[in-house]
């Protein structure tokens, strides 16, 4: 199924989506080009490795971009939102809860960040797609 505007009746709510995106990842980004980001942004529950910081930073700057650019064009830029659910899904579930029920340090600040975009962003599309404000 091809996603264009034409499924979104009221594309302008996924704007607080968008929105939000930037006001997060805005201090997030600039916290992961420091050499202690692990320290800072996952509350030093992950090791810290400059690949992976450079990846991650990668992901999220693109996220960044692409929010500021679903500010114009919301519907658009909607499957973002969706690729923003489903990874952030399967990191609370594959790294957040076994870490948890292991007794192992969890980085809570990230963690419920991710959760609440798993729990909004699925509404927000709903809203989107009916028309609803």
């Given at each position: 199924?091809?996603?264009?505007?034409?499924?979104?009746?009221?594309?302008?709510?996924?704007?607080?989506?968008?929105?939000?995106?930037?006001?997060?990842?805005?201090p997030v980004?600039?916290?992961?080009l420091?050499?202690?980001?692990?320290?800072?942004?996952?509350?030093?529950?992950?090791?810290?490795?400059?690949?992976?910081r450079?990846?991650?930073?990668?992901?999220?700057?693109?996220?960044?971009?692409?929010?500021?650019?679903?500010l114009?064009?919301?519907?658009f830029?909607?499957p973002?939102?969706?690729?923003?659910?489903?990874?952030?899904?399967?990191w609370?579930?594959?790294?957040?809860?076994?870490?948890?029920?292991?007794?192992?340090?969890?980085?809570?600040?990230?963690?419920s960040?991710?959760a609440?975009?798993?729990?909004?962003?699925?509404?927000?599309?709903?809203?989107?797609?009916?028309?609803?404000?």
């Open positions: 199924m091809e996603m264009s505007s034409n499924v979104f009746v009221a594309p302008g709510v996924l704007r607080i989506a968008y929105a939000a995106n930037i006001a997060i990842l805005v980004c600039l916290g992961m420091s050499r202690n980001a692990a320290a800072s942004v996952f509350q030093g529950a992950v090791d810290e490795s400059e690949g992976l450079l990846l991650v930073f990668s992901l999220w700057a693109a996220i960044l971009v692409s929010s500021a650019a679903g114009l064009a919301p519907a830029f909607a973002l939102l969706l690729v923003q659910v489903v990874y952030k899904a399967l609370l579930a594959l790294f957040v809860w076994p870490a948890w029920r292991a007794g192992q340090a969890v980085p809570w600040g990230v963690a960040v991710f609440g975009i798993v729990a909004t962003w699925p509404v927000l599309l709903a809203l989107a797609m009916r028309g609803l404000r």
